[in-house]
């Protein structure tokens, strides 16, 4: 499977959304309105339709919920992930919006960390497919997120993989010891990574990347050389830091500063509204 990302778990996909060929947007939404009883049946996963603007069109129950609405979608009409998303989330997932909407790129299988209710992180697997119109002008995008975060006791190994997964994420700026980690889970280098794959659908280097690259949107909000973000990430080479970063979130970390700077003269309480 080709990815944007450089993020997938080629064993279980996330759900794939194939091109429209409608007139409008609004077409479209016709479209999608005829499944939203099956999109909205579903608690874990996330559907959505966002214009050309990056505003929800149409989102189901679920996600309508997560951002403290219950169940009214309409609430969200109208609004970028970055109003209704905190901040350290929101911006990331409009700044990906955007970069989609401008290149034309599918988003495959991208490795996410969403909110769960009562605002616990969890972790989602998440595709994004552009929609055109009958000239083949982008319109929009339209979405699905499956949760990855499995219930304790769904799998023997659980406890012990999340302490493997928390240890990553406090230890994210040294490079990746298998052996450290498969002892500290009790098992063999090749059953550690049979078990995440199985538990979590992703790699344990893949939840190193994705929690370095978190850190790094945060960081580049206050460090003003990229260089020092990157090695404050655990990355030794800046170059190779700023090629998985584009990546991963679609567009450079100067150009994803920009973005947030773009975007600075907004209050934060619109930002973190009703999270």
Request: proline letters at 5%; one cysteine or more; charged letters at 20%.
């Amino acid at each position: 499977m080709t990815s944007t990302t450089g993020l997938t778990a080629n064993d279980a996909p996330a759900p794939s959304i194939a091109p429209l060929p409608g007139s409008t947007l609004a077409d479209m939404l016709a479209h999608f309105a005829l499944l939203a009883p099956v999109f909205d049946a579903m608690p874990d996963i996330v559907f959505f339709v966002k214009d050309r603007e990056a505003r929800y069109a149409m989102v189901n129950r679920t996600l309508a919920r997560r951002c403290g609405h219950k169940d009214d979608k309409a609430a969200l009409l109208g609004k970028t992930a970055e109003d209704v998303f905190p901040r350290r989330f929101g911006r990331i997932y409009t700044a990906q919006d955007q970069a989609i909407i401008a290149q034309g790129h599918q988003l495959i299988d991208q490795l996410e960390l969403h909110l769960y209710p009562g605002r616990e992180p969890g972790w989602c697997m998440t595709c994004k497919q552009p929609l055109h119109d009958s000239q083949g002008n982008i319109v929009g995008l339209a979405g699905i997120s499956r949760d990855l975060q499995a219930a304790e006791g769904t799998h023997p190994a659980y406890s012990r993989l999340a302490a493997v997964v928390q240890h990553i994420q406090e230890n994210y700026v040294h490079p990746l010891n298998m052996r450290q980690l498969a002892q500290m889970a009790n098992m063999s280098i090749a059953q550690l990574e049979r078990y995440f794959h199985k538990v979590f659908h992703l790699t344990p280097r893949q939840v190193l990347l994705k929690t370095r690259l978190d850190a790094a949107t945060a960081l580049l909000v206050t460090h003003d050389k990229v260089t020092d973000v990157a090695a404050l990430c655990g990355y030794t080479d800046h170059s190779a830091f700023t090629r998985q970063f584009k990546a991963t979130v679609g567009i450079t970390p100067s150009e994803y500063r920009a973005l947030l700077q773009s975007g600075a003269t907004r209050p934060d309480s619109a930002r973190d509204a009703n999270v």
